[in-house]
């Protein structure tokens, strides 16, 4: 898309000494994205569904208002993805009286069940959430348990009566089969198991379950209800390639309507992991995005990309770095840079007492219920979307020449600027040295930005993603709005204590805006 306008931007400390971030680049020069409707959604570890949904009897009416958060701003509610490592786990029984089963061997981890059994009642949660989308993951992993094609025709029949309801997003076989020879968490196919291996058990696996869908819910096989999310590889460069499995013929079927790709920017245990050398981090995120992008040109798969699996580091993330408000400033930077090189969704993955999770859905022994910061970080990127099914949107990157620690995006309505993004993440903690107990004695810098925006004129209006600092945990806002669990379970309620309404004016096409070190602020130019 074209745009001729032209933006330059300058930032500068409030402190005092000048700091010029000068970048001038015209907007017709700038790749743009352009989101599909749910931007903003979910992937719920399948273990995990049924505390998040709940049950006919009982549904979570605390997730669903979440879901109807986001909906509100962006138009739709997120679709939310039922898989992970765990959907190559659960084997069928139709005697079992509970939703799931499952049996943790801490060996293999400590935050999921490796030997699950899920009953008839699991399939109920598809129908708690009013106006949500699913896609259902089946098992083609097996776990080295001999029951796994008897529990994909038992289970198919069920699922698809459960997703009946004009609920159904799309099938998903298997997880991360790029590490199914490889996994941590034990192998399940041999060292030698290959691209062409993975390819013929899909297709079998997939021609299995379409017959199943013949037999049990003939409607669901039209053009737009049968479809597929594939290949769900971890990354791009496990022992699996994408780009081999589809010269190998996994689209030979045409039933693959989204090219999903699962990205974790680093490893909840890995070396050197750091709030702001890993997450409040642009030229990291980047980096990590882009070799997906690149991946996907090499395929040319004709389809949607889409992160089908996502969040801050793998392995559930950690305590002090996933849960901290610099963990959302992360997600308001990675999500809105996927939307910039045209990855159209992105399914935040979550599952009970996850450290990276936007909402823990009911208390357990670990973790009380209630909204985390990521939520919010959400909440922000639906925000700066708008409608997406009223008004298509195009997102582009805008390098402000502040380096690693600094972003901003810009929205396009009809091929106008309507909105600019500034992520401020240089690290600013409320804590001393982010440890605690004490406070940061150290005042909050405030970078001041400028950006030239042609002929506009009039106001613009300011809202704010804000927190105490980077590891605040707690007292997260989003243009004065909490929606802690606490206040009315996760409904939106507008704080007294935290400024809202604010406008900036627009002179000789130059509108300014304060940014504290570790927030982001949104410009919305057509008020």
């Given at each position: 898309?074209?745009?001729?306008?032209?933006?330059?931007?300058?930032?500068?400390?409030?402190?005092?000494?000048?700091?010029?971030?000068?970048?001038?680049?015209?907007?017709?020069?700038?790749?743009?994205?352009?989101?599909?409707?749910?931007?903003?959604?979910?992937?719920?570890?399948?273990?995990?569904?049924?505390?998040?949904?709940?049950?006919?009897a009982?549904?979570?009416?605390?997730?669903?208002?979440?879901?109807?958060?986001?909906?509100?701003?962006?138009?739709?509610?997120?679709?939310?993805?039922?898989?992970?490592?765990?959907?190559?786990?659960?084997?069928?029984?139709?005697?079992?009286?509970?939703?799931?089963?499952?049996?943790?061997?801490?060996?293999?981890?400590s935050?999921?069940?490796t030997?699950?059994?899920?009953?008839?009642?699991?399939?109920?949660?598809?129908n708690?959430?009013?106006?949500?989308?699913?896609?259902?993951g089946?098992?083609?992993?097996?776990?080295?348990?001999?029951?796994?094609?008897?529990?994909?025709?038992?289970?198919?029949?069920?699922?698809?009566?459960?997703?009946?309801?004009g609920?159904l997003?799309?099938?998903?076989y298997?997880?991360?089969?790029?590490?199914?020879?490889?996994s941590?968490?034990g192998?399940?196919?041999?060292?030698?198991?290959?691209?062409?291996?993975?390819?013929?058990?899909?297709?079998?696996?997939?021609?299995?379950?379409?017959?199943?869908?013949?037999?049990?819910?003939?409607?669901?096989?039209?053009?737009?209800?049968?479809?597929?999310l594939?290949?769900s590889?971890?990354?791009?460069?496990?022992?699996?390639k994408?780009p081999?499995?589809?010269?190998?013929?996994?689209?030979?079927?045409?039933?693959i309507?989204?090219?999903?790709?699962?990205?974790?920017?680093?490893?909840?245990?890995?070396?050197?992991?750091?709030?702001?050398?890993?997450?409040?981090?642009?030229?990291?995120t980047?980096?990590?995005?882009?070799?997906?992008?690149?991946?996907?040109?090499?395929?040319?798969?004709?389809?949607?990309?889409?992160?089908?699996?996502?969040?801050?580091?793998?392995?559930?993330?950690?305590?002090?770095?996933?849960?901290t408000?610099g963990?959302?400033?992360?997600?308001?930077?990675?999500?809105l840079?996927?939307?910039?090189?045209?990855?159209?969704?992105?399914?935040?993955?979550?599952?009970?007492?996850?450290?990276?999770?936007?909402?823990?859905?009911?208390?357990?022994?670990?973790?009380?219920?209630?909204?985390?910061?990521?939520?919010?970080?959400?909440?922000?990127?639906?925000?700066?979307?708008?409608?997406?099914?009223?008004?298509?949107?195009?997102?582009a990157?805008?390098?402000?020449?502040?380096?690693?620690?600094?972003?901003?995006?810009?929205?396009?309505?009809?091929?106008?600027?309507?909105?600019?993004?500034?992520?401020?993440?240089?690290?600013?903690?409320y804590?001393?040295?982010?440890?605690?107990?004490?406070?940061n004695?150290?005042?909050?810098?405030?970078?001041?930005?400028?950006?030239?925006?042609?002929?506009?004129?009039?106001?613009?209006?300011?809202?704010?993603?804000?927190?105490n600092?980077?590891?605040?945990?707690?007292?997260?806002?989003?243009?004065?709005?909490?929606?802690?669990?606490?206040?009315?379970?996760?409904?939106?309620?507008?704080?007294?204590n935290?400024?809202?309404?604010?406008?900036?004016p627009?002179?000789?096409g130059?509108?300014?805006?304060?940014?504290?070190?570790?927030?982001?602020?949104?410009l919305s130019?057509?008020?």
């Open positions: 898309m074209r745009n001729h306008f032209s933006l330059v931007v300058w930032a500068r400390l409030v402190s005092g000494q000048l700091h010029r971030l000068s970048s001038s680049i015209a907007i017709d020069e700038i790749t743009t994205g352009a989101p599909l409707e749910s931007f903003v959604s979910y992937s719920i570890e399948f273990s995990s569904f049924p505390d998040f949904a709940g049950t006919k009982s549904p979570n009416g605390f997730s669903s208002t979440l879901l109807n958060n986001l909906g509100y701003l962006q138009g739709s509610n997120p679709y939310i993805r039922v898989g992970g490592n765990t959907q190559d786990y659960a084997i069928y029984d139709a005697n079992e009286s509970l939703p799931l089963r499952g049996i943790f061997n801490t060996s293999r981890s935050d999921y069940p030997t699950i059994t899920i009953g008839p009642t699991f399939f109920e949660a598809y708690t959430w009013p106006k949500v989308k699913f896609s259902h089946f098992n083609l992993g097996g776990n080295n348990d001999g029951r796994v094609l008897e529990t994909l025709n038992q289970t198919v029949p069920l699922a698809c009566k459960a997703l009946s309801n609920n997003y799309a099938w998903e298997g997880n991360e089969p790029d590490l199914f020879a490889t941590a968490q192998p399940v196919r041999p060292a030698n198991y290959n691209e062409s291996d993975f390819v013929n058990e899909w297709l079998k696996g997939t021609r299995t379950i379409k017959d199943l869908l013949k037999e049990s819910c003939p409607d669901l096989l039209g053009n737009d209800t049968y479809e597929y594939a290949p590889f971890a990354g791009t460069n496990n022992h699996l994408a081999l499995a589809w010269s190998d013929g996994l689209s030979t079927d045409g039933n309507k989204y090219f999903s790709s699962h990205n974790y920017i680093s490893g909840a245990t890995s070396l050197g992991v750091t709030l702001q050398g890993t997450l409040m981090n642009h030229t990291r980047k980096q990590s995005v882009d070799a997906h992008v690149t991946e996907y040109n090499a395929i040319k798969p004709g389809v949607p990309h889409i992160f089908g699996e996502t969040n801050s580091l793998y392995n559930q993330g950690r305590p002090g770095l996933s849960n408000f963990a959302a400033l992360w997600v308001v930077d990675f999500m840079y996927s939307a910039s090189v045209n990855i159209q969704r992105v399914h935040m993955h979550m599952g009970t007492n996850y450290r990276y999770q936007s909402w823990q859905p009911i208390t357990t022994n670990s973790t009380s219920i209630g909204t985390k910061a990521p939520y919010y970080g959400n909440i922000a990127v639906a925000a700066f979307l708008g409608n997406l099914n009223v008004q298509p949107v195009r997102v990157n805008f390098d402000t020449g502040g380096g690693d620690h600094e972003a901003a995006y810009l929205s396009y309505v009809d091929g106008v600027l309507s909105r600019i993004m500034v992520i401020n993440m240089n690290e600013y903690n804590t001393l040295n982010g440890t605690g107990p004490g406070l004695p150290a005042a909050r810098p405030l970078r001041t930005y400028s950006f030239s925006v042609g002929n506009l004129t009039g106001e613009a209006s300011v809202q704010r993603l804000y927190a600092g980077s590891d605040a945990i707690t007292g997260v806002t989003w243009d004065g709005w909490s929606y802690n669990y606490e206040l009315d379970a996760g409904r939106p309620v507008r704080l007294t935290v400024t809202i309404g604010e406008k900036v627009i002179t000789d130059i509108v300014e805006v304060g940014v504290a070190d570790s927030s982001a602020v949104i130019l057509l008020v």
